[in-house]
């Protein structure tokens, strides 16, 4: 299982490498402009949960993307303790190139799959990442099979 998610990483970070971007930073551009409602940014706990990493990992894989002008952190205004992250103009051009490169690697990797075994693979991955299988991994149960409808 690593080294594939490592293979896909490769394939992705290659893709979007001539943008400046790696993997992980275009998840985090993603995530941002996903959870971002009527302009108001998601706070970094909100990205941090939807990314599944620590708030320590988001704050570090966060600090190019910053340096680099294409996201802006800001104080919450309902608690100053909390940061909300925004994409700038510069991050909304960025990851609207990404998401094209992204789209053409996406297409070479479902090609080269065949659409059978790429579909697997995304619900495979959607099952590992989901809440129920977290439970059941802590809880030291099989995981329930899906329900059929």
Do not use: C
């Amino acid at each position: 299982m690593r080294r594939a998610t490592r293979r896909l990483g490769q394939i992705y970070d290659d893709a979007i490498a001539p943008l400046g971007l790696k993997a992980t930073q275009f998840g985090l551009l993603v995530a941002i402009d996903g959870l971002t409602e009527d302009g108001k940014g998601p706070t970094l706990n909100e990205i941090a949960a939807r990314q599944l990493i620590q708030i320590s990992a988001l704050t570090h894989a966060l600090r190019p993307l910053v340096r680099d002008g294409l996201v802006a952190l800001h104080a919450d205004l309902e608690d100053r303790r909390s940061k909300r992250a925004v994409l700038t103009p510069a991050g909304e051009g960025r990851l609207q190139q990404a998401v094209s490169h992204w789209a053409q690697a996406n297409g070479r990797v479902e090609a080269t799959l065949g659409p059978g075994v790429a579909e697997g693979l995304r619900a495979l991955a959607d099952l590992i990442s989901s809440e129920s299988f977290l439970d059941a991994y802590r809880s030291g149960r099989p995981l329930d099979p899906p329900r059929r409808g």
